[in-house]
């Protein structure tokens, strides 16, 4: 089946500790997203990437690192200089036609710091 | 992007059909509507999207406004399964990803 993977679903770590968050697809698709979700909010956009070996931020990077060395992979990591890194985060990926294009999402990861 | 507003939350009975109207007054001849709904604790899913005409596939239908600064989003026969977060997104030409309000909180009543 294709799609997107993002694993694991829920993750706890310790404040101060680096997390790494893992979304692949194989949907043969350009472009890959990460998004943040607070509670009762809408999705917030952190980095985008269009191809390989290059990405973008978007309206809250700060804090966050990502890498494009696949196709098929786009891993983000939620660094200790994240304030608030509690939340719901969201991969998706798409064809890459921006106007008409369509966003699929993985099923996203719930990350706690304590 | 322009901004487009919808109301926070709505109700429907089961099996009955739903309007789930959206404002862009703002909206650009290039902008592209599209709707994504999000079920809960799930990824959003795509529902439907269009430009100028009225747009029907198997999830919706989309009416769009003749001057194109309201579009509604229609659910023929409402079930639970529906009771999501509809996201009415405007679209661009320019490189740019979706962006996301805070959509309408849909609920149903069986």
């Known amino acids: 089946d294709g799609g997107i993977t993002q694993s694991p679903k829920y993750l706890f770590r310790k404040e101060g500790q680096n997390v790494t968050l893992s979304c692949e697809q194989n949907?043969?698709?350009?472009?890959m997203y990460w998004y943040r979700q607070d509670p009762g909010q809408g999705l917030r956009l952190i980095y985008y990437?269009?191809?390989?070996?290059?990405?973008q931020k978007g309206d809250i990077a700060e804090g966050y690192s990502v890498s494009r060395e696949k196709k098929e992979s786009f891993p983000l990591t939620v660094t200790s200089a994240q304030k608030n890194p509690t939340a719901f985060y969201l991969c998706?990926?798409?064809?890459?036609?921006?106007?008409?294009?369509?966003?699929?999402f993985g099923p996203g990861t719930r990350l706690t710091v304590l | 992007d322009a901004k487009t507003t919808q109301p926070n939350s709505m109700e429907s009975n089961e099996e009955e059909p739903v309007h789930l109207p959206c404002n862009h007054s703002?909206?650009?001849?290039?902008?592209?509507i599209h709707w994504y709904r999000q079920l809960p604790s799930q990824g959003p899913e795509y529902v439907i999207h269009?430009?100028?005409s009225n747009v029907n596939n198997r999830m919706a239908s989309l009416a769009i406004a003749e001057d194109r600064k309201s579009s509604t989003l229609i659910l023929h026969r409402a079930t639970l399964r529906d009771a999501a977060v509809y996201y009415c997104?405007?679209?661009?030409?320019?490189?740019?990803?979706?962006?996301f309000g805070k959509g309408t909180r849909l609920s149903v009543i069986a």
């Open positions: 703002t909206i650009s001849g290039t902008d592209y």
């Open positions: 998706a990926s798409s064809i890459g036609d921006w106007d008409t294009d369509t966003q699929y």
């Open positions: 269009g430009l100028t």
């Open positions: 990437s269009q191809i390989v070996n290059d990405f």
């Open positions: 997104i405007l679209r661009n030409s320019g490189n740019t990803p979706l962006v």
């Open positions: 949907l043969n698709h350009d472009a």
